[in-house]
């Protein structure tokens, strides 16, 4: 039986889980901010692209090594469209190439070009430093401090 209480959150539920997740999109909203200030300033990628070009120079040539636009645009948070529209912008700036594939005419993958790789190469430490700092900076903020734990934990 739910027992709530005149506000209708349930015992130990919804005040606390909206808390954590009002808590969760401050330290998203300020990572992400801080990730993107430092990769266009520095590589001229947005975040977007560079978790693109990432995930991407992950896939190998072997069985089942290459993602489909969907899986893609799954690993990066975004709608199948908006994963195109960023593949097409990042294929026009020759940073990756698309083809067909071998055994499925219908399924389109996508590879990381050798200056894709070597632009994520570079905004590599820019990335990892750029979220070092920003979660050093809202672990002083006693809301943040437990959620930028378990991000370090994983």
């Known amino acids: ?16 889980s909206a808390q954590g997740w009002c808590a969760l999109a401050l330290l998203h909203g300020k990572i992400e901010a801080h990730l993107e200030r430092e990769l266009q300033g520095a590589h001229g990628l947005s975040v977007r692209e560079y ?5 991407l120079s992950r896939q190998n040539s072997g069985e089942g090594g290459h993602l489909r ?7 990066v948070v975004l709608s199948q469209s908006a994963t195109t529209r960023l593949v097409t ?4 700036r020759g940073l990756l190439s698309r083809y067909l594939c071998a055994t499925d005419r219908r ?12 632009l994520l190469e570079r905004a590599r430490p820019t990335n990892d ?5 920003a979660l050093d900076a ?8 437990s959620l930028v734990a378990v991000v370090r934990a994983l």
């Open 1 to 16: 039986m739910w027992h709530g209480d005149r506000n209708g959150h349930g015992e130990g539920g919804g005040r606390g």
């Open 51 to 55: 978790s693109l070009l990432d995930v």
């Open 69 to 75: 636009m969907g899986e893609v645009a799954e690993a």
């Open 89 to 92: 912008r990042l294929e026009d």
């Open 107 to 118: 399924g389109i993958y996508t590879d990381v070009t050798r200056a894709g790789l070597e």
């Open 129 to 133: 430093a750029a979220l070092s700092e």
């Open 138 to 145: 809202a672990e002083g903020r006693p809301e943040l401090a």
